[in-house]
C-alpha cells in the first residue's frame, strides 16, 4: 500500500504561483513512477505531470501535458519521499481539484497509476 497526501492548494490571482506537495507513504519502493493529475468543474480528471524514478536520485525526464508546459513543473524529493508541482502564471482555467498518483508506467491514463491521494483544491481568480 502506498500512501499519498497532497498539500498547498489555494486561492491564487490570474497570473500568480503556487507550489502543490505530496508526500508519500508506505511501500513507495513499488511504485516508480508519481505524477499529478486535475479534474476542472464537471470535467473528467485529466493529466498535468509525471516522472519515473530510475535508481539513486535520478528521476527521467518529466512528462508534461502540453495545456502547462512551460508553466507547470514536476519534481521529486526522493529523500523526503515527496513529490512537488510548481505552478507559475496560473489561468483561470487551471482552476481544478489536484490529485498526486502513483504508479508503475508512465502514461497520461488515469486508470493506469494505482494510488491516489484525496485531491487539493486550487482556485485562480480573473
Known amino acids: 500500500q502506498v500512501q499519498l497526501v497532497e498539500s498547498g492548494g489555494g486561492l491564487v490571482q490570474a497570473g500568480g504561483s503556487l507550489r502543490l506537495s505530496c508526500a508519500a507513504s508506505?511501500?513507495?519502493?513499488?511504485?516508480?513512477?508519481m505524477g499529478w493529475f486535475r479534474q476542472p468543474p464537471g470535467k473528467e480528471r485529466e493529466f498535468v505531470a509525471a516522472?519515473?524514478?530510475?535508481?539513486?536520485?535520478?528521476?527521467?525526464?518529466?512528462y508534461t501535458a502540453d495545456s502547462v508546459k512551460g508553466r507547470f513543473t514536476i519534481s521529486r524529493d526522493a529523500a523526503k519521499n515527496t513529490l512537488f508541482l510548481q505552478m507559475r502564471s496560473l489561468k483561470p482555467e487551471d482552476t481544478a481539484v489536484y490529485y498526486c498518483?502513483?504508479?508503475?508506467?508512465?502514461?497520461?491514463?488515469?486508470?493506469?497509476?494505482?494510488?491516489w491521494g484525496q485531491g487539493t483544491q486550487v482556485t485562480v481568480s480573473s
Open positions: 516522472t519515473r524514478w530510475i535508481g539513486g536520485s535520478g528521476y527521467t525526464a518529466p
Open positions: 498518483a502513483s504508479g508503475v508506467r508512465l502514461t497520461r491514463v488515469p486508470g493506469d497509476y494505482n494510488y
Open positions: 508506505g511501500r513507495t519502493d513499488s511504485n516508480d513512477v
